[in-house]
Nanobody
Framework: QLQFVESGGAQVQPGESLRLSCTFS????????VGWFRQAPGKEREEILC????????IFADSAKGRFSISRDNAKRTVYLHMNSLKPEDTADYYC????????????????WGQGTQVTVSS
């Protein structure tokens, strides 16, 4: 069974950058697509970005375009979410989730989920 841990969440000021990590254990990472999601207080969870097993990136959230990116290091079993020019509206709990091979716009297709890491953007 896949298990993974998100880390890197912090409180930062608007305009700053942050890198979140999603580290897997139990299996190799090569055959999995990994998505990053977030849920802001009082809002539904949304998918931000995903990287497929073939290293193709899909951006699902318009708010992420030009500011967020995703990368993976299979040797370290880690997927990263790189966030730049952070805004107060980026404040949320951030989650990673995995699915076999391909990214999906349907969150319920992701089988394995982490516990989340909190990001707060505030001056």
């Amino acid at each position: 069974q896949l298990q993974f841990v998100e880390s890197g969440g912090a409180q930062v000021q608007p305009g700053e950058s942050l890198r979140l990590s999603c580290t897997f254990s139990g299996y190799t990472l090569e055959n999995y697509a990994v998505g990053w999601f977030r849920q802001a207080p009082g809002k539904e969870r949304e998918e931000i970005l995903c990287i497929s097993s073939a290293n193709t990136t899909t951006i699902f959230a318009d708010s992420a375009k030009g500011r967020f990116s995703i990368s993976r290091d299979n040797a370290k079993r880690t997927v990263y979410l790189h966030m730049n020019s952070l805004k107060p509206e980026d404040t949320a709990d951030y989650y990673c989730a995995a699915e076999n091979y391909y990214c999906s716009e349907y969150m319920n297709l992701y089988k394995w989920w982490g516990q989340g890491t909190q990001v707060t953007v505030s001056s």
